[in-house]
């Protein structure tokens, strides 16, 4: 099963390690120049194990929350609002 999403490599802290590429059972993620990148999208289950084992923390799985009903800019508010919980 593949996903909707893909996790984001923050490119300033990743290291190079490739802890991440060896631990993706699904071959979604590539070492390329020395980076973490995402080369098989569709190969990916957001199953979470990168983001697990990334010593730096460069990985992140988001999710995109929808507000029914609010704008974009209401919708920001109440995100920032949540988080300051
Ligand atoms: S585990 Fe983290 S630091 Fe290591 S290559 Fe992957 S993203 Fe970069």
């Not at 390690?17 to 190969?43: D, H, K």
């Amino acid at each position: 099963m593949t996903s909707d999403f893909i996790p984001e490599i923050d490119l300033s802290r990743c290291i190079g390690c490739e802890l991440c590429v060896r631990v993706c059972s699904t071959g979604a993620l590539a070492l390329i120049e020395n980076i973490a990148v995402v080369a098989y999208p569709e190969a990916c289950t957001y199953s979470g194990v990168c983001q697990e084992n990334c010593p730096t923390e460069a990985i992140s799985l988001t999710y995109e929350i929808i507000f029914f009903g609010a704008t974009r800019e209401e919708a920001k508010e109440e995100s920032i609002k949540g988080t300051q919980l």
